[in-house]
């Protein structure tokens, strides 16, 4: 008798960090696209190419992190393989810093 029903659970997750690499990669090209004309310097690129690095760097995660859920729960792997949580420490605090910089740009360009 099998406690695991293979693809659903996993694949729910994985669709989920999917979803959220591609929010983060439209919003980088939004970034890429505004950004750039309203700070008036070079510097605008910079938000939208580490928010596409980052998106990037979800997509495969994401991938990878399937792959090992799925083996270990279908018996494949040991218990040790399991991911941490690394990859959403790494979301938190990449929005965290992101939305920091957003709210410092909008008080800097309002008080000038």
């Not at 997509?59 to 959403?88: C, I, K």
Request: glycine share 8%.
């Amino acid at each position: 008798m099998s406690l695991f029903d293979p693809g659903l659970q996993p694949e729910r997750t994985e669709l989920a960090w999917r979803r959220t690499a591609l929010s983060l990669s439209v919003g980088s090209l939004i970034a890429l696209r505004i950004l750039p004309q309203a700070l008036d310097s070079v510097f605008g690129i910079l938000p939208g190419l580490l928010g596409l690095a980052g998106a990037a760097f979800l997509w495969f995660t994401a991938r990878r992190r399937y792959r090992r859920v799925n083996a270990v729960l279908l018996g494949d792997s040991d218990r040790s393989l399991l991911p941490d949580g690394t990859a959403l420490a790494l979301t938190a605090l990449s929005t965290t810093l992101l939305g920091v910089a957003g709210v410092t740009v909008a008080l800097l360009r309002a008080i000038s």
